[in-house]
């Protein structure tokens, strides 16, 4: 069984920073791509940052020069360091996994961790 687990959110004032992490559980072999999505109320998710195996990143437009990815293919876990935070951040971050290959050999298409909630207030 594969598990993503969040942690690093909370509440954190307009220009500060936040780092999360997501460290996986199970017995994975190798993961494609990791990812940061959001879902602020009353919106869509979408994504945020997204690293691949090759340490190939993209960025939402929001976050660009904020934002950065990374990970740990040892670990399979992945980060997220948010600085310059605005009000507009706040929401529930998600960590997503792609191409899940585990050491059984059983593939898995996508796994999700439950969320992280950061909101940006004074």
């Known amino acids: 069984q594969v598990q993503l687990v969040e942690s690093g959110g909370g509440l954190v004032q307009p220009g500060g920073s936040l780092r999360l992490s997501c460290a996986t559980s199970?017995?994975?072999?190798?993961?494609?791509?990791m990812g940061w999505y959001r879902q602020a109320p009353g919106k869509q998710r979408e994504l945020v940052a997204l690293?691949?195996?090759?340490?190939?990143?993209n960025y939402a437009d929001s976050v660009k020069g904020r934002f950065t990815i990374s990970r740990d293919n040892a670990k399979n876990t992945v980060y997220l360091q948010m600085n310059s935070l605005k009000p507009e951040d706040t929401a529930v971050y998600y960590c997503?996994?792609?191409?899940?290959?585990?050491?059984?050999?059983?593939?898995?298409?996508?796994?999700w961790g439950l969320g992280t909630q950061v909101t940006v207030s004074l």
């Open positions: 997503n996994a792609e191409g899940l290959r585990l050491r059984s050999g059983d593939y898995l298409p996508n796994a």
């Open positions: 690293i691949t195996s090759g340490d190939i990143t």
């Open positions: 199970g017995s994975i072999f190798r993961i494609n791509a």
